[in-house]
């Protein structure tokens, strides 16, 4: 059973920083591809950041320069530094774990930039 743990979230004013960590459990993490997604109110799941088992790194345009994504195997986690934050960076993010064809998630921490 994988289970997926977030932690990290809170308030913070804009241009300030936040690292959210995510504890996996259940799987032999370092083959499987890690990523972060974020969910604002009204509006679909994005993804924000995904690192491969290699440690390949893929962003989205909005947070390039912004936000690093990082593992380390060795503590099955998963990290995503966000710097310089906007208030358009407020959502839910939620880990995720790709296992094959199939996704899992974390409950998801709340981030929220404050103008």
């Known amino acids: 059973q994988v289970q997926l743990v977030e932690s990290g979230g809170g308030l913070v004013q804009a241009g300030g920083s936040l690292r959210l960590s995510c504890a996996a459990s259940?799987?032999?993490?370092?083959?499987?591809?890690m990523g972060w997604y974020r969910q604002a109110p009204g509006k679909q799941r994005e993804l924000v950041a995904i690192i491969s088992s290699g440690g390949f790194t893929n962003y989205a345009d909005s947070v390039k320069g912004r936000f690093t994504i990082s593992r380390d195997n060795a503590k099955n986690t998963v990290y995503l530094q966000m710097n310089r934050l906007k208030p358009e960076d407020t959502a839910v993010y939620y880990c995720n774990l790709l296992w094959g064809t199939r996704d899992y998630w974390g409950q998801g921490t709340q981030v929220t930039v404050s103008s």
């Open positions: 259940g799987s032999n993490f370092s083959i499987h591809r």
